[in-house]
């Protein structure tokens, strides 16, 4: 059974500074990882999709990275800024038409 | 291209009455995918529609039931509204069942069941 994990749960950071969210899954036989933002009490946001072949995928400030061997991914947001504050989802989709979400890392970034 | 829409935004209901949420999805797309999402967990996924057909299920009860219309918008039905029900419901329509372009998302509607 796929489970993903997100840590840390919450991060507090001075803005300008560049920062890596993680997350991790148990069974490496993915299709594709996803990440998204959720501002409070809003839906999701697609951030970046990476598919199981690529190894990451950048957009502006961000920056995603996929090792399906080891069960891990990265979202590295660079010169972070108040308007990144949000809950930041990882979810993975494992073939079962459907994606597993992790819990989510809750980031501030102050100014 | 209009994004997933979803109605209402809120709703309040009372435990044991029964509740319809709606969603549109995003021009193009044939598949919807409804999510639970409790208060600072992840989203839990429901089920998902693709051409009017359900496609798959998550561990929920009979009681959440949906469907998809053939403009490819969908509804879910949840009977017998339990206190445990109260949750931000997500749908996410995708080009296929989302093994390839991934999901779009709607900004979900928040039930509470008082």
């Known amino acids: 059974k796929q489970e993903v994990t997100q840590i840390p749960a919450a991060l507090s950071v001075p803005e300008g500074e560049n920062l890596v969210l993680n997350c991790s899954f148990t069974?490496?036989?993915?299709?594709?990882l996803q990440w998204f933002r959720q501002d409070p009490g809003k839906g999701l946001t697609s951030l970046l999709l990476i598919q199981s072949s690529q190894r990451e995928q950048t957009s502006g400030r961000l920056n995603a990275s996929l090792d399906k061997s080891s069960g891990r991914s990265t979202l590295y947001i660079a010169a972070s800024q108040p308007g990144d504050s949000a809950t930041y989802l990882c979810a993975v989709w494992s073939g079962t038409y459907k994606y597993i979400f992790g819990t989510g890392t809750r980031l501030k970034v102050l100014a | 291209e209009t994004g997933v829409t979803q109605s209402p935004t809120h709703l309040i209901k009372t435990r044991g009455q029964q509740v319809t949420l709606r969603c549109s999805s995003q021009s193009g797309h044939n598949t919807v995918s409804w999510y639970q999402q409790a208060l600072g967990q992840g989203p839990q996924f429901i089920f998902q529609?693709?051409?009017?057909?359900?496609?798959g299920r998550g561990n929920f009860p009979p009681r959440f039931s949906g469907l998809q219309f053939p403009n490819y918008s969908s509804e879910l039905n949840v009977n017998a509204l339990e206190l445990d029900d109260s949750a931000l419901y997500l749908c996410a329509s995708s080009l296929d069942s989302g093994i390839n372009y991934g999901y779009t998302f709607g900004s979900g509607t928040r039930l509470t069941v008082v």
């Open positions: 529609y693709y051409r009017e057909e359900e496609n």
């Open positions: 069974d490496s036989a993915i299709y594709n």
